[in-house]
């Protein structure tokens, strides 16, 4: 919040006309209305809005009325059919845009898939198609609809998009001259954490060194 408040005053003495947008899906939804919350109280007269997607409930009536009183301006988007927006229990009654049921106009599987209406590509493949409630499903959705399986299994076979296809080529092993599929070292700069990373390097190192010693592997 420091850093937020020093950017807020450097950009007013500039002219500039500063508003805060706080943005989150699932618990971060959550996690950006605390933090609007928080901007509110630690900076007066600040125009703040909250954009959450699947978040869960927050907070109790009192704290409703208090985050409306500030002038925090709040949009919960929700797909019916997801189940963490409904917890943990109806404690936060804000007014919300709640998308009606798409599973029947949409290339998506039957039956009741909680991960998939719960992911964000969902949430976003929404937002790019719905129009309004007296219209269907736009057909041209600048959205890819791949997309929507990135991560989970929601579109029907017809469209051949395999189900979780994003991820990390062989997720980031690499096959060295040993023959053996090994992480590759990492340079120092992109060691999150150099302790644990440099005792993983050592290991790999005395592997192979071990396979240099015992000689090339047993191949048909």
């Given at each position: ?127 790019d198609g719905f129009m309004s ?88």
């Open positions: 919040m420091k850093e937020v408040k020093r950017l807020v005053k450097f950009l007013k003495t500039r002219g500039e006309q500063v508003s805060l947008t706080i943005t989150g899906h699932s618990l971060r939804g959550a996690l950006a209305l605390l933090n609007a919350y928080e901007a509110a109280t630690a900076i007066p007269n600040l125009h703040i809005s909250v954009i959450s997607f699947g978040a869960p409930r927050v907070g109790n009536i009192t704290f409703r009325d208090e985050i409306h009183q500030m002038g925090v301006k709040t949009l919960r988007v929700v797909v019916k059919q997801d189940l963490i927006p409904r917890m943990p229990g109806i404690v936060f009654n804000e007014s919300l845009q709640m998308f009606d049921d798409f599973t029947g106009t949409l290339d998506w599987r039957g039956g009741f898939n909680v991960l998939g209406f719960h992911m964000l590509e969902t949430y976003l493949h929404l937002v409630t007296s219209w269907t499903f736009r057909l041209n959705a600048r959205r890819d609809v791949a997309l929507v399986n990135k991560a989970c299994d929601m579109l029907v076979d017809e469209l051949r998009i395999p189900p979780c296809w994003y991820q990390m080529e062989n997720k980031g092993l690499v096959y060295n001259d040993h023959g053996r599929w090994v992480k590759p070292r990492s340079d120092p700069e992109d060691i999150p954490s150099p302790t644990r990373e440099e005792v993983h390097d050592h290991a790999i190192h005395d592997m192979e060194e071990s396979y240099k010693a015992l000689g090339p592997l047993l191949s048909v």
